[in-house]
């Protein structure tokens, strides 16, 4: 069983976050949460947003919100600020992004074909590296289903992985934690024992593994039999309530 969030009396570097039923509540972000976000940043604690979510939004997420950073497409692609400027950081060369794309539609194709109702997620269009399948949130697929997706796409040589909304995939050997320990090692701000990340979902557990302080919002019990990594603390609210939680301790604590 992991630890109440509130026996964690660490002041960290970096707050890397996840964004989907982390950040969210019911899919959308609470003016309490964002609130938040402000706080931290004003408090001078840099905030990474680390999410499945598209190159597009989080471009968007980067120039809009109090964050430092934003690694999107489940570490495909990171978008880091300076200034008033934003920088943009590929996985992979250039160069191979048009024929790795050209296989994973195909892929994609393959696993919408298995499963009656599947179909690509509405932010497919903003995405550049790492596609989604949607399963949870415009459709309305079972687990199993989305998992039977996950298994096809991993045989077909893909780094695959269901979110609390999507099933995404990518190149291999890239990760939510790749780019994690990739932002760290480029910009310098604190080693990885001195981060802390906040997570809910199974692509989460990369994470949970690889950061020696890591916390659950509470809706990871909703997942916790099926990571094979699970959060050192658990925060007592679920979603962005959970968040709060940890930005509001970790305030206290500055």
Known sequence: ??????TYAGRPGVLFTDVDGTITTA???ASSTYRALCDLA???????VVTGRPAGWCDALVRLWPVAAAIAENGAITFVRDGASVSKRYAVAESE???????????ASEA?????????????????I???????????LDVADADRMVALLRDRGFEATRSSVHVNFGP????????????????GQCALDDALYVGDALNDAPLFAGFPHSVGVANVRDVWNELPHRPRYVTAA?????????????LAAR
């Open 112 to 128: 919408r074909a298995l499963v009656s109702g599947a179909r690509m997620s509405a932010d497919s269009r903003y995405r550049e």
């Open 1 to 6: 069983m992991a630890a109440a969030f509130e």
């Open 172 to 187: 291999p050997g890239i990760d939510k934690m790749t780019a994690c320990r990739a932002y760290l090692e480029a910009g």
């Open 238 to 250: 679920a979603e962005g309530a959970g968040f709060e939680e940890v930005a509001a301790a970790l």
């Open 27 to 29: 899919k959308s972000l």
């Open 130 to 140: 790492d596609l989604a399948i949607d399963w949870n949130e415009d459709a309305s």
């Open 42 to 48: 004003e408090a001078g604690l840099p905030v990474v």
């Open 97 to 107: 992004i048009p024929a790795l794309r050209e296989r994973m539609f195909a892929a």
